[in-house]
């Protein structure tokens, strides 16, 4: 099925680095959201998006709607060692027949060295 | 409040067996998402329910089936079980708008043996 293109597949950075990940789309997003998944548990929120060009933060983290509605970045600031995880950025599409579905990117695995 | 509830967790079928996962969304949601979770896949879409009706489904084949409740429940069932069901199931719930945030279940791992 479609996905979002997410980039890049996985980083490797030292402890109190930033982070940046982005998802790019040939489709129009009316809501992006970025989660962070551990190892068998479900994605947590991290933080929603829902207007183009909105700038949104939550504590050391940073997304951004694209304006054109088909990109958003995430930015992870001072990374720690408890960042370490999957983040998957994903979409919501208000036409036709999406209730309920949204659109995942391949996800972002980061790696945080002590 | 409490978040969305996945039961069972862990489940081991044989080939052949049908399965029942169930899903308690946020209370005040109406909306329920289901997704299979896989490697080579990654997430993808299953169906959704509002106020137990189907609204959506996504292009799994017909021995994937849901329904919801009048509580807002859901079950999700998959019948003849293939080696290939193996996946995370993970739910989300929302207030049901089309672009509403969706909360996301710890899942259920499903091993088909």
Redesign the interface.
Known sequence: GQQLNQSPQSMFIQEGEDVSMNCTSSSIFNTWLWYKQDPGEGPVLLIALYKAGELTSNGRLTAQFGITRKDSFLNISASIPSDVGIYFCAGLNAGGTSYGKLTFGQGTILTVHP | KAG?T?TPRYLIKTRGQQVTLSCSPISGHR???W?QQTPGQ????LF???SETQ??K??FPGRFSGRQFSNSRSEMNVSTLELGDSA?Y?C?S?Y?G??????????T?LTVL
């Open positions: 969305v996945q909306s329920v998402s997704y990654g997430l993808q879409f959704e329910y509002f609204r959506n996504g292009n995370l993970l989300a929302s049901g089309r672009t509403d945030t969706q909360y996301f279940g710890p899942g791992r």
